[in-house]
């Protein structure tokens, strides 16, 4: 049914029910909506629209489909979604529907794709417009897209601009827009505040986004938080304005949306059009989920309307996982935490870097400058974040804290950028190779706390310079920019500063309310007094407002104790520059509130220099507490906890990353914090006795990663963030401990690509072994060293280290030893082409192994590896009885990349001996394992393959299919991929 409502002198309006007229009713009779009893308008509502008796009330009991025309604005600003029977809500009876006067619609187009959602997350940078949670909108969004169970492709538009829009749907029909961020009114014409690639605002209005994305766009989600006035925001405009100008639906809210209810919605409603659902139905599907919501208004926030002449069908479905695509350059910036909460202030500071970063000209260095806790290092995140678009090449981050030598400098490049450096021993060609890759494309490489390297030239330190003379000569050019955070500036040529000073007193109140969260009785006059007394300074804010927390003082009492404490600052930190007095007085302030135990721990936290995780803090300080002030209570808490109360009150930061094991927690204390600990919070445990307890802790770490390198994410990414106390660890230690610490960490620095540092730490452990006597450390030290040599290529040398290692084996009487040594051996030979040796070799190891290592995956792999033998020797068919037994093995232990290898290899042996339909379908299946497990190199590797098997046309796609995937992994194969590319497009051709 149509309803039409047509605007009357005298508060009145006429209905009209499918054209023809139905009754009249008095728009004073509607009142004001009450969202926490929405019912009592919503029966007013309904009154009006369906009056017992009218042609509206008798058509209603068979409608199933309501479409409301409402032409005039102010008939249109009526909730009408609220009309409510007295039982429950229309709504969720019937698919309501706002439509547009008949001569105005259009016919519905076709579908003829499945679900493709084009998320734009804006956030402009503008002073009068206020910063959202545009991060976690976009996660929440993908969220729920991750949890449909078909075909969905969710795609991000990066940069938020509106030709990056038309890009993202210019190839395609029928796409979903999902815009997030705020809608506005420019020249009395409803926009979208679109950003510009640098971050300034961009509004475009209804008709202007039409004519970008005519005829590709299906449907417009907006969501943002909005206005509370019914149906007078200006979203709900902008959605009646899509429409209007030909959008086929708009889906808007009229009122702000609660975040657990936002998630209700997108969640049903995409899964219901995911699988074939028509828009209006999908729709009426979520108003009935958020009916359960605790929040009796959510369920007529939506409004939908449509241009359609009638009503659309669903997206076919399509099978499979849901696609998230988020193109954006590489970005390793573990380095730079995140701020604590939302990014508060700054925009002036980052439209400047936006300018800078994003321009046609760009600085050889620009320096975020300013004093300690100024929030340098949370700025550079967040613009590294917003204009990472701009530079192809990646946006890489280092810490100089700790000052590295130039080799560790160039090494840590290398692997961030993961240029390979596997086969390289030579300093000098790793940062060749880190360099050049750096001449590729445009690159952004950020420089934290570059003061250090200043500093310690400006002493003479030759390290120092030679590290500066790297950066400073050979990092800058025409494709890279380094982006530095410093206390000083560097006075390099080319160097741009953007000045970072503290907060106006506005932006300060806010940082400083988001700390104090836990108080709801701030004014913002206070708060703004105290932000002046402290002149804004951003870490020194969240200390203040980590301390309020804990006092039962008014706002007022606190500021007045604050302000007498920073007078003695004066006196008490006479060394100190002024901001460093000021943030003093704010961490004196803070600890001054806390609990002895917290005290206690924080005055030993200096000695972390790294992120670390609360499991080696307790390691440290839990297993034997040094003993206890008089007054304090030790034992009420763990260690854990302690931590999480400290980084509560801003004495600590905290960075959690998600890894294929899961959630990974950190906290760090930030270099201003440290200083302060270590000089001026009196100590619970002396500096000896804490170092010998955090070399003894990280020797355990290094082990655990050590062990768990090859089946633990969580691992590696403890052991790169760690990096700099893990290494600072060993000269804390002794004897044995040190000689298996060296042993354990140099393996695990080559196994991540530095092998230079690896080999140096592996040789210091055989020094170590050699000082102690310890022959089983000896030989550890001699198969760790070959075992870097095989990987950086110099395999003859590895060969002739294995020999001496089997020799020590043997004499120590360590089959399992002598066993793996023996398999390693014969890959050597296999490598140096000496096949018949490495056959003798691999039948020495066989019997061994299954005696002594109970591993099913590494008899497999073994039998694997004597069949790759055998296939080099052209004995395919006893290749393949071996790869057979390997791939039982493999399946029994239930070790499904194995699975995967064995099968192509097997794929391989059949293709050779002309059996084209049996590899195909073995490569299939391997295919098939490695899309389930995520392996995407073997993956690759099986597409490729696949290549040579099936007709050209479908050559190419898998070719290109394996091309994409390498180039995401950066794997040196990608020009493997575009040479057999060429040949079969010259060949189609």
């Not at 023809?20 to 629209?49: M, N």
């Not at 679109?194 to 449907?219: C, I, M, N, S, W």
């Not at 949306?257 to 009426?284: C, K, M, Q, S, W």
């Not at 206390?487 to 104090?516: C, K, N, T, V, Y």
Request: charged share 25%; hydrophobic share 45%; glycine share 8%.
């Amino acid at each position: 049914m149509e309803i039409a409502l047509i605007l009357q002198p005298d508060n009145h309006a006429a209905v009209a029910l499918d054209g023809a007229p139905s009754h009249t009713f008095d728009l004073r009779s509607i009142p004001k909506l009450d969202l926490h009893k929405p019912e009592v308008a919503g029966i007013a509502l309904y009154a009006a629209l369906f009056p017992p008796g009218t042609p509206a009330r008798d058509a209603l009991r068979s409608a199933g489909r309501i479409l409301l025309v409402a032409g005039d604005p102010a008939l249109q600003a009526i909730p009408w979604e609220y009309a409510h029977d007295g039982e429950t809500f229309l709504v969720l009876d019937h698919a309501f529907v706002r439509g547009l006067p008949a001569d105005k619609r259009i016919a519905p187009p076709a579908l003829d794709g499945g679900l493709h959602i084009v998320a734009v997350p804006s956030n402009p940078l503008d002073k009068d417009i206020r910063t959202l949670n545009i991060e976690g909108e976009w996660q929440r969004l993908r969220e729920v897209i991750e949890g449909v169970p078909a075909g969905v492709v969710l795609e991000r538009a990066r940069p938020p601009t509106v030709e990056q829009l038309r890009s993202r749907v210019a190839d395609g029909r029928s796409r979903i827009v999902h815009f997030m961020g705020h809608g506005s009114r420019h020249e009395d014409q409803a926009v979208l505040l679109f950003e510009q690639d640098d971050g300034a605002p961009h509004p475009v209005t209804a008709r202007e986004f039409v004519r970008r994305v005519r005829g590709k766009v299906f449907l417009a989600m907006l969501n943002a938080c909005i206005s509370a006035l019914p149906g007078r925001t200006e979203f709900s405009n902008l959605a009646a304005a899509l429409a209007q100008h030909g959008v086929p639906y708009a889906l808007g809210t009229q009122f702000s949306i609660d975040d657990e209810d936002a998630r209700a919605l997108a969640r049903v409603f995409y899964r219901d059009l995911a699988h074939g659902a028509p828009v209006e139905e999908a729709l009426l599907q979520a108003r009935l989920t958020l009916a359960e919501s605790k929040r009796p208004w959510a369920v007529s926030v939506p409004v939908l309307y449509t241009s359609l002449s009638e009503p659309a069908p669903g997206f076919p479905r399509v099978e499979g996982t849901p696609a998230i695509r988020d193109p954006r350059p590489p970005l390793e910036v573990f380095a730079l935490p995140r701020a604590e909460g939302a990014f508060i202030g700054r925009v002036d500071e980052l439209r400047a870097a936006g300018a800078h970063l994003t321009g046609d000209s760009r600085p050889r260095v620009l320096t975020f400058h300013g004093a300690g806790g100024q929030g340098k290092t949370a700025l550079a995140r967040e613009a590294v974040e917003r204009f990472a678009h701009a530079w192809p090449g990646g946006v890489y981050a280092i810490t100089l804290e700790d000052l590295p030598t130039r080799e560790r400098f160039a090494a840590d490049l290398a692997r961030l950028m993961h240029v390979p450096t596997e086969d390289v021993a030579d300093p000098a060609g790793v940062e060749r190779r880190a360099l050049a890759a750096l001449g590729q494309r445009r690159t952004l490489v950020v420089l934290d706390n570059a003061e250090t390297l200043a500093q310690a030239v400006e002493r003479n330190d030759a390290a120092a310079q030679r590290l500066a003379e790297l950066i400073r000569e050979h990092l800058p050019g025409p494709l890279t920019t380094l982006l530095v955070t410093s206390r000083e500036l560097l006075g390099w040529a080319g160097e741009r500063a953007i000045d970072l000073g503290g907060l106006p007193d506005a932006e300060g109140a806010r940082l400083f309310m988001q700390s104090a969260s836990l108080h709801e009785d701030i004014y913002k006059r206070e708060a703004e007094q105290l932000s002046a007394a402290v002149g804004g300074h951003p870490h020194g804010l969240r200390l203040l407002g980590g301390a309020f927390n804990a006092t039962g003082q008014t706002l007022a009492q606190f500021i007045a104790e604050h302000e007498a404490h920073l007078l003695k600052a004066e006196d008490r930190y006479k060394g100190e520059d002024h901001r460093h007095r000021t943030l003093y007085a704010c961490i004196e302030t803070s600890t001054r509130h806390l609990p002895d135990d917290l005290r206690d721990l924080l005055s030993g936290l200096w000695v972390f220099h790294a992120p670390f995780e609360p499991e080696t803090a307790a390691d440290i300080f839990q297993p034997h507490p040094p003993s206890p002030s008089p007054q304090a209570e030790r034992g009420s808490q763990s260690v854990p906890d302690q931590l999480r109360a400290l980084w509560q009150r801003s004495l600590l930061e905290r960075q959690e990353q998600n890894t294929a094991e899961g959630w990974v927690l950190m906290y760090r204390l930030l270099p201003a914090l440290r200083l302060y600990v270590q000089h001026y919070l009196p100590p619970v445990l002396d500096d000896e006795a804490l170092l010998t307890r955090f070399g003894a802790a990280y020797a355990a770490l290094a082990r655990h990663i050590y062990k768990e390198r090859d089946r633990s994410p969580h691992a590696i990414y403890i052991a790169q963030q760690a990096s700099v106390d893990l290494t600072r660890g060993i000269a804390y230690t002794q004897g044995k401990a040190k000689g298996y610490y060296l042993l354990h960490w140099g393996f695990v620095q080559g196994w991540l690509g530095d092998n230079v540092q690896g080999l140096k730490l592996t040789e210091q452990a055989a020094e170590v072994a050699r000082e102690i006597e310890s022959l089983e450390l000896e030989n550890l030290a001699l198969n760790n060293r070959a075992i870097i040599y095989q990987a950086i290529g110099r395999v003859r040398e590895a060969l002739l280290l294995f020999e001496r290692v089997l020799k020590i084996n043997r004499q120590l009487e360590n089959r399992a030893g002598e066993a793996t040594t023996l398999h390693n051996m014969a890959g050597m030979c296999a490598a140096l082409g000496e096949n018949a040796r490495a056959l003798t070799l691999y039948k020495q190891a066989l019997p061994l192994i299954c005696e002594e290592i109970n591993d099913l995956a590494y008899r497999a792999t073994t039998l694997n590896s004597m069949g790759g033998v055998y296939a080099n020797l052209g004995k395919k068919a006893r290749a393949l009885v071996l790869y057979k037994r390997a791939l039982s093995l493999f399946n029994a232990a239930g070790n499904h990349t194995g699975e995967a290898a064995t099968l192509n290899n097997m794929a391989g042996a059949y293709f050779a001996l002309g059996e084209k339909a049996c590899a195909l379908a073995l490569y299939e299946q391997a295919l098939s394992i490695c899309r389930a497990v995520g392996e995407r190199n073997g993956e690759a590797v099986t597409l490729y393959n696949i290549s040579f098997l099936v007709d050209t046309a479908r050559a190419i796609e898998m070719v290109r299919q394996a091309r994409d995937i390498w180039k995401a992994i950066q794997s040196p194969n990608v020009q493997l991929a575009e040479q057999r590319l060429a040949e079969l497009q010259r060949g189609e051709l």
